[in-house]
């Protein structure tokens, strides 16, 4: 049981990071499958073309989400690696997602419109456990403990009032 309370700890100290992570991904979700329902019926677009151009969307919209509210007090140093990392694995969650689609659409001949809204939300549940993993290893890193101090040290130096100078009397 103590591999138990381990996990369970570490869930408790990541529950503020799961819920805005949540918040912000469910969102995502909603302009998501939004924008695939919108595309797919109103330009004739094949399904899963449909599901990467509303999957591009979602992605601009999370990495703003994410990064302004989510990680907001995550390392800001280095936004072009940070960005061109978020990319990389938002591509790979991408092919996940619509991965799924694709299998049921053209694999299984599930093209309804309640089946490729089934898959397309189970394709962005399996890619969502692989990009929260990811952003948080990969793209919003933690700061490490000395760069934070020194932060928090300017910071605070920055709003103190100058001391007055040493009186010897």
């Known amino acids: 049981m103590t591999g138990f309370t381990a996990l369970r700890g570490k869930l408790a100290l990541m529950y503020r990071e799961i819920a805005k992570f949540g918040a912000v991904g469910g969102a995502g979700v909603l302009v998501n ?37 989510t990680y907001r007090d995550r390392d800001k140093a280095g ?62 890193r933690t700061l490490p403990a000395r760069d934070a101090v020194e932060q928090a040290e300017s910071f605070l130096a920055e709003d103190a009032p100058a001391a007055p100078a040493d009186r010897h009397v």
């Open 33 to 69: 499958i939004g924008v695939f329902n919108l595309v797919r019926h109103s330009t004739g677009l094949q399904t899963v073309r449909a599901s990467v151009l509303a999957t591009l969307v979602s992605i601009a919209f999370n990495y703003v989400g994410f990064r302004y509210f």
């Open 79 to 140: 936004r072009t690696r940070e960005l061109g990392l978020f990319l990389l694995f938002s591509c790979i969650g991408l092919v996940i997602e619509n991965g799924v689609l694709f299998v049921a659409t053209y694999g299984f001949d599930w093209d309804s419109q309640l089946q490729s809204n089934v898959f397309k939300f189970v394709g962005i549940g399996v890619a969502t456990l692989f990009r929260f993993w990811s952003y948080r290893t990969w793209v919003f």
